[in-house]
């Protein structure tokens, strides 16, 4: 069910990434983020306003990790929801962190051992994919949250959450975040057996720009996931509800991108 309040929050998030972008990609051009002191403010200025922007759903999302429990960040970027989870999760559990681009894989490391929880944190500098080989990672430098596969760019290691949950024995996950840029088809081939047996809640951004991509539609993911009986539902200010296609056609059309909650259908009460 669309709000009147839909029509306005949503252009207007999208103005203020809009007018964020045009930020960075003047602070870029000026070569400042290629100085130390430049990084680490464009860092601390993103990390804050992740916090400001992420606050209430990462509030929604915090019954779905508890303490001891195992999560799965792909797409960690600079650590934002690795963190959160490695906080939520505590001493006992355990969070794998997968992101291949070198700068963001420095920052993140470094986040985990200036947080003191680097003993709980797995960093695989790699991208999540259908399968083991080597893809093509292709750099934004003007977007540092916007690299993405492609058939030219950085050799990448890739990797399947499979493999890598079977390698480590763990026997169950209870979250796992997936945003990619267009990728995620790749990342949920990669995860049958995970999907299947762990039954984790899956946070998975969905673009149709991007997704076009990789030949595949939002429908497409919905019905994969459906296919494996996990229940669309979109986080909506205090609430988490179920959601229609319609629904989150309705997001992307007044956001361009929009994050989907895909609930394992024997969780929903």
Not at 58 to 77: H, P, R, T, Y
Request: with cysteine.
């Amino acid at each position: 069910m669309k709000r009147p309040i839909d029509f306005i929050v949503f252009p207007a998030m999208r103005f203020i990434e809009r007018l964020l972008l045009i930020i960075t990609q003047m602070v870029n051009a000026s070569g400042l983020l290629d100085t130390a002191m430049g990084r680490r403010g464009f860092l601390a200025a993103y990390r804050i306003y992740k916090r400001l922007t992420d606050w209430q759903i990462l509030f929604l999302l915090n019954k779905f990790v508890l303490e001891g429990s195992n999560v799965i960040d792909v797409g960690a970027n600079v650590g934002v929801i690795t963190l959160w989870a490695a906080k939520c999760v505590g001493e006992s559990g355990h969070v794998i962190a997968i992101e291949p681009e070198l700068k963001n894989i420095l920052a993140l490391r470094d986040s985990i051992k200036t947080s003191g929880m680097k003993d709980r944190v797995l960093v695989y500098e790699a991208v999540a994919a259908d399968v083991r080989g080597t893809l093509k990672l292709r750099i934004n430098r003007a977007h540092p949250a916007d690299h993405r596969i492609d058939n030219e760019g950085v050799p990448v290691q890739a990797l399947s959450l499979d493999e890598v949950v079977d390698s480590l024995g763990w026997t169950a996950v209870a979250f796992v975040k997936i945003d990619v840029q267009g990728a995620e088809p790749l990342v949920l081939q990669g995860a049958k057996n995970l999907l299947r047996n762990m039954r984790p809640v899956l946070w998975v951004e969905i673009s149709e720009f991007d997704l076009k991509r990789f030949s595949s539609t939002p429908r497409e993911v919905l019905d994969f996931l459906q296919s494996y009986d996990f229940i669309p539902n979109l986080l909506d200010g205090r609430l988490i509800r179920p959601a229609t296609y319609e629904d989150i056609m309705f997001r992307l059309a007044k956001r361009g991108y929009t994050d989907v909650l895909f609930i394992p259908s024997e969780h929903i009460i």
